[in-house]
């Protein structure tokens, strides 16, 4: 298939959709990406790994979440990884932020990370397609408003959050297609990328890549 290009040599990669150049999946951990801006799966108190440990543990519906099983969850939070990436700096600039709501992102710098800036979004608890598609809409206007043209979305809400991969996946698709299709939008950014994390999104994303943006 001659749309897509594959790293075969290591477990991370970047693969590019030949329709539109500005679009691609990478294939690994989205700490190490070079780019404009990494968006962040935050909670909504923006206090990374800590806060976001407490939330979860209060909230009625994870409670099952105990011990052992609650570090391991934490530990493949994108949320932690980016703290734990960044320093203790980006939590320090999170916490003056005050909080974001659900569906809304907020910009901060990449401290110690490749990235120059972190763009922190909040997606929602369980299946609501509205909530994630302004996560991204919401993250793209924080790319603009700051200048930067080229940004990276973790697979939002689809970890501890529970969004299920395949439904997620499609409401990520639609919204940057439609996004890029609206007024002069694609002209101003260089590079959306979708980074995949686990095998099964890698699955569910080569295959919507090539129905919402398929090879011409
Ligand atoms: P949420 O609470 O929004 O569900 P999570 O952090 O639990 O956020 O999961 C969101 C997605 O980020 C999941 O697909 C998870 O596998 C992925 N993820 C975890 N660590 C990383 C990382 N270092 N780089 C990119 N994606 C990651």
């Given amino acids: 298939n001659k749309c897509l290009q594959k790293d075969s040599d290591t477990s991370s990669g970047l693969v590019q959709h030949g329709i539109n150049k500005k679009i691609s999946l990478f294939i690994g951990d989205i700490t190490a990406l070079e780019i404009d801006a990494i968006v962040n799966a935050a909670k909504k108190s923006l206090r990374g790994g800590g806060g976001a440990l407490n939330q979860i543990q209060h909230s009625s519906c994870c409670t099952w979440i105990t011990g052992s099983r609650m ?106 297609k439609e996004w890029l299709e609206t007024d002069d939008n694609i002209s101003k950014v260089q590079c959306i990328m979708f980074c995949l994390f686990l095998e099964k999104d890698v699955k569910v994303y080569e295959e919507l890549m090539q129905q919402y943006f398929p090879c011409t």
């Fill in 71 to 176: 570090m391991k969850i934490m530990f493949n939070m994108v949320d932690g990884a980016i703290h734990r990436a960044a320093g203790p700096s980006l939590l320090e600039e999170c916490i003056a932020l005050g909080g974001c709501n659900t569906g809304d992102a907020k910009i901060t710098g990449g401290y110690k990370l490749p990235a120059k800036y972190v763009i922190h979004t909040v997606g929602p608890i369980g299946e609501n397609p509205e909530s994630l598609r302004s996560c991204y809409l919401k993250s793209l206007d924080q790319l603009l408003e700051n200048k930067l043209e080229s940004v990276a979305f973790p697979c939002i809400s689809t970890g501890v959050y529970g969004y299920p991969n395949d439904k997620a996946a499609e409401v990520a698709l639609k919204a940057i």
